[in-house]
């Protein structure tokens, strides 16, 4: 089967940088993605990665280790508006290419 | 602006009530998905329609139907409702032609909070 691991909650200090770490095991595995989703949200997509390394986007990067099936997201200069939960999630070929999300971590940024 | 939008936004029914979430969305994306989303559990798959003439189970797919009664409409039924069936659920849809055929991102609808008492 498939599942997800990730941090339940990561609290950090405005303008610092977090990481927050996914592990996965799936049969099938052909990328990972992050999502945010602020309380009373919507998920919004943040990255995907189906090759291993880092991928920028502005402030917000993403790793991927597919021999360690270990992804990371990485959030540099925190604002209080990234207080939000942040999924990873899979895409595996397996059942049709369907995604499998983490739990979700939540992100509490401080003043 | 193209768009996801779900309705009602907001339901409580009772046990035994047949109730029907309502997905549209303006994207042109062929693919659809419903998901649920209870607290601390984040989002579990329902159904996926991969286009019109597809409909695939999720993860969690019992005590559910769907019907995709066209490209922009993809709608979740719940039969015969139990309190467990209490969450929020959310529509998704994606394009692979957007994302050079990986089909990773997901373009999320404002959510429908269910409630069955």
């Known amino acids: 089967g498939q599942s997800l691991e990730q941090p339940s909650e990561v609290t950090a200090v405005e303008g610092a940088i977090v990481q927050i770490n996914c592990t996965y095991q799936?049969?099938?595995?052909?990328?990972l993605s992050w999502y945010q989703q602020h309380d009373g949200g919507a998920p919004t997509f943040l990255s995907y990665n189906a090759l291993d390394g880092l991928e920028e986007t502005g402030r917000f990067s993403s790793f991927l280790s597919r021999s360690d099936s270990y992804g990371y997201l990485l959030l540099q200069e925190l604002q209080m508006k990234d207080s939000a939960s942040y999924f990873c999630a899979v895409r595996d070929r397996s059942g049709g290419f369907k995604t499998i999300f983490g739990a979700g971590t939540r992100l509490f940024v401080k003043a | 602006d193209a768009d996801v939008t779900q309705t009602p936004r907001n339901r409580i029914t009772k046990t035994g009530k047949r109730i029907m979430l309502e997905c549209s969305q303006t994207?042109?994306?062929?693919?659809m998905y419903w998901y649920r989303q209870d607290p601390g559990l984040g989002l579990q798959l329902i159904y996926y329609s991969f286009d019109v003439k597809d409909i695939n189970k999720g993860e969690i797919s019992d005590g559910y139907s769907v019907s995709r009664q066209a490209q922009a409409k993809f709608s979740l039924s719940l039969e015969s409702a139990i309190p467990n069936q209490t969450a929020l659920y959310f529509c998704?849809?994606?394009?692979?032609?957007?994302?050079?055929?990986?089909?990773?991102?997901?373009?999320f609808g404002p959510g429908t909070r269910l409630t069955v008492l």
């Open positions: 799936t049969s099938g595995f052909y990328g």
């Open positions: 998704a849809t994606s394009d692979p032609r957007n994302t050079g055929g990986a089909d990773n991102e997901q373009f």
């Open positions: 994207k042109g994306h062929d693919r």
